[in-house]
């Protein structure tokens, strides 16, 4: 027989078709590919081949088979003949469609995901058999087993996480069965037998039973809820319910209304109980160990005998809460709210509860001040104490491990067996201290003020050792230095200076680290005070050179002009200020013309420093070399040029410096080449150009200047024309040999 919910008879219409449609599909399948059936051995079960993943043993004859423990996914097993079969512990996620497990040992399989539409399985042992997610109904079942929304259910099954909301399981006798997180909002519990059932994680609300279910010890129907130890009850209506002396330890409960109920001796011992409202309810002689009360509201509650030890109360609400009997040892607080009652002894500073046990790991207490207070065993460890005042506070046996205790006040505190390691005690106060049995490792000691009333920085390492007296002392070393060469580093020179001390340097008053910002010979210098304001000196010598030699060219000049025969003689000079002249620069001479004249550049280079440094680059000087000039034979200086001459001859001769003309092939090939011009320039007009011939007869360069018509008339308007050559270089205007002119002025008559 089967029971289901009016929301699963839909769903049984909807998993019908799609199992019809399966059907159909698997039945196209097998007209074009029989199923291949293993074999069986008929005395061990021993199945050949085994099965495998996409295997179709459809209609295949598995009587006796022993499949104990396989996992068979994603198989066709449909109308499977798998009588007195072992399928223990087995996973068969597979199409189980009409199979029949008549005698089958079922005991332990997992049918999560599998379809069992029409699996026969009444005289089957399913006992511990899990389903979830499974679709179709089966056949039948044992007597005492129901299919419920698709969830095989009865005495041993295991439906974990089970969605069973809204689910009629009244009568069912699920006394051993495991419903571990299973889902059973709104279900009837009518006379269901749950005696023995695990319960773990169950979630539960709106449940209706008109007869009372049995359900496991220690567990309790209230208000719509199975309430015990370890159930789902996040956000649960308890108000005013009856829940004294239950055991709900590690129970959810937080957002649970929890307004006036009766929890009296309740053992809530590691539940989360977070933002859970306990307004007005009866705590007393409850446990709530370990438990988790953040942002939970306790304001009215009852507390007397509640154990609270290492609970956590972060962001809770407190105001107007009674824990002047409550067991706080250990608790765990910060961002508390409201005003409380404490016991005696006990403060609220900054949101977290302090007194004796407490555990303020982490906390905010900068300025906390609390004179002569009980904090033994009391746990600070990591915590901010900055500016704290503990005057004779009673701190045995705490622990302040890796605590800021910065200009915090402790004097006449008793630190017997209280551990400080790694604490910072920058500015202390520890005079008059009981430190009996005090574990100091690895704290910071600077300006602290120590138990005899001495400074830590006055000792070699705090408060318990020897006098510092001796002040720093260095070890220079280089860090970069570049090359030394003939005794001179050619590089800036950094110095790390080293410095030890007996006791502690004072970083910031130390000079760590040197560099020479200069050359020559130079002496570094520093200096290092200890943190018991002993200050030591050092210095260290040395030779730096990084400058490089300056090298000009000498002789000739970039950029200037010089005539053929007067050409100075290039030459290299070599300075070297700081270390000296180690090899001097060398020059050497390129040209790319021809015949002694043309561009010509003159290169310096190979200088090197005693310290070892080249100089950067090659210097160079580019001059061009060419011919002179011999003066105009026409037209002469001052010369008047008649207003209506159509032309003008310019006759003249390029010589060397010596004033000897150039030979006449030179010339020649200096006019066919276009090398030699004249230009015409004054007021009112252009420029005008004219290339020059070469004259054999005359053996002059001759021009034949084109006037133009708007020249002006008169010896106040001056022309002049400029001769100019080009040996490779560009035109320019031929330099003077002799007391000849170039340019020649000349004006025009009226």
Not at 144 to 168: C, E, N, Q, V, Y
Not at 215 to 234: D, E, M, Q, R
Not at 642 to 648: D, L, V
């Amino acid at each position: 027989m089967t029971v289901r919910s009016s929301r699963a008879r839909a769903l049984v219409a909807s998993v019908s078709l799609i199992a019809g449609l399966l059907a159909f599909g698997a039945g196209i399948s097998s007209a074009s590919a029989a199923p291949t059936c293993p074999t069986v051995d008929p005395s061990t079960g021993a199945v050949s081949p085994p099965p495998s993943t996409d295997a179709d043993w459809s209609g295949c004859d598995l009587t006796g088979a022993n499949l104990v423990f396989f996992t068979l996914n994603d198989m066709n097993l449909s109308g499977a003949n798998l009588s007195n079969a072992k399928l223990m512990g087995a996973k068969v996620s597979s199409n189980l469609t009409d199979a029949d497990f008549s005698g089958a040992n079922m005991s332990g399989i997992d049918l999560t995901a599998a379809n069992i539409t029409g699996a026969i399985m009444a005289t089957a042992t399913i006992s511990g058999i899990r389903t979830f997610n499974t679709t179709g109904i089966p056949a039948s079942l044992p007597s005492g087993w129901k299919d419920i929304d698709f969830t095989i259910l009865g005495p041993t099954a295991r439906p974990l996480d089970a969605i069973l909301s809204g689910a009629d399981l009244s009568g069912l006798d699920l006394d051993q069965a495991d419903l571990s997180g299973a889902n059973l909002h709104g279900t009837n519990l009518s006379g269901t037998d749950l005696g023995q059932a695990t319960l773990s994680g169950v979630e539960s609300g709106r449940i209706t039973a008109t007869v009372k279910p049995l359900l496991p010890s220690g567990w309790v129907l209230k208000k719509g809820y199975v309430v015990g130890s370890g159930a789902y009850l996040n956000g649960a209506n308890l108000s005013n319910a009856n829940l004294a002396g239950l055991d709900l330890s590690s129970t959810n409960l937080a957002a649970a209304d929890l307004n006036s109920a009766n929890l009296t001796g309740t053992d809530m011992d590691s539940s989360d109980l977070s933002q859970a409202d306990f307004t007005n309810a009866n705590l007393s002689n409850g446990s709530a160990k370990n438990a988790n009360l953040s942002e939970s509201t306790l304001g009215g509650a009852t507390t007397i005998g509640l154990n609270l030890t290492a609970a956590t109360l972060k962001g809770a609400n407190l105001g107007g809460a009674d824990l002047d009997g409550a067991t706080l040892t250990s608790i765990v607080t910060g961002s508390v709210i409201g005003t409380p009652v404490l016991p005696n002894g006990w403060a609220l500073f900054n949101g977290y509860l302090v007194g004796p046990s407490a555990n303020l790991s982490g906390a905010d207490l900068m300025g906390l001040s609390l004179a002569s207070a009980n904090l033994s065993a009391t746990n600070f460890s990591q915590a901010d104490l900055e500016d704290a005042s503990l005057v004779s506070a009673n701190l045995t046996g705490a622990m302040l491990g890796s605590t800021d205790l910065t200009s915090a006040n402790l004097s006449s505190a008793d630190l017997t067996n209280t551990s400080l390691a790694n604490a910072n005690l920058t500015g202390t106060n520890l005079r008059h201290d009981t430190v009996t049995g005090a574990d100091f490792t690895g704290v910071t000691w600077s300006d602290t003020r120590c138990p005899d009333g001495s400074n830590s920085n006055a000792h070699d390492s705090g408060c318990f050792s020897a006098l510092d007296t001796a002040p720093p002392v260095a070890s220079p070393s280089l860090l970069s230095a570049g090359t030394q060469v003939n005794g001179w580093f050619n590089a800036p020179v950094t110095v790390s200076w080293g410095w030890t001390d007996d006791g502690q340097i004072n970083p910031a008053k130390c000079t760590h680290f040197s560099t020479t910002t200069s050359s020559g010979s130079i002496t570094l210098t520093a200096s290092c005070t200890d943190i018991a304001g002993r200050t030591g000196t050092a210095s260290d010598s040395m030779k730096v050179d990084v400058t490089t030699p300056a090298v000009t060219v000498t002789g000739v000049r970039s950029g200037r002009h010089y005539i053929v025969g007067a050409v100075p003689a290039a030459g290299c000079r070599t300075t070297e200020t700081i270390s000296g002249v180690e090899t001097e620069a060398t020059v050497s001479v390129t040209t790319g013309g021809s015949g002694g004249v043309g561009p010509f550049t003159a290169t310096c280079a190979g200088a090197v420093s005693v310290a070892g440094l080249a100089q950067p680059g090659p210097v160079q000087a580019r001059y061009t070399v060419g011919y002179g000039f011999g003066g105009f034979s026409t037209p002469r200086p001052g010369s008047t040029i008649p207003h209506s001459a159509r032309r003008i001859t310019a006759a003249f001769r390029l010589v060397t410096a010596s004033d000897k003309a150039i030979s006449g092939g030179t010339a020649s090939n200096l006019a066919w080449a276009h090398d030699v011009r004249v230009i015409l320039r004054g007021p009112g007009i252009h420029p005008v150009t004219t290339y020059c011939a070469w004259s054999r007869r005359h053996s002059t360069f001759t021009c034949s200047i084109k006037v133009p018509a708007n020249v002006h008339a008169g010896p106040a308007n001056k022309y002049t024309i400029t001769a100019q050559e080009d040996v490779g270089t560009g035109f320019y205007a031929v330099s003077l040999v002799g007391h000849s002119a170039n340019p020649v002025i000349i004006h025009f008559g009226n």
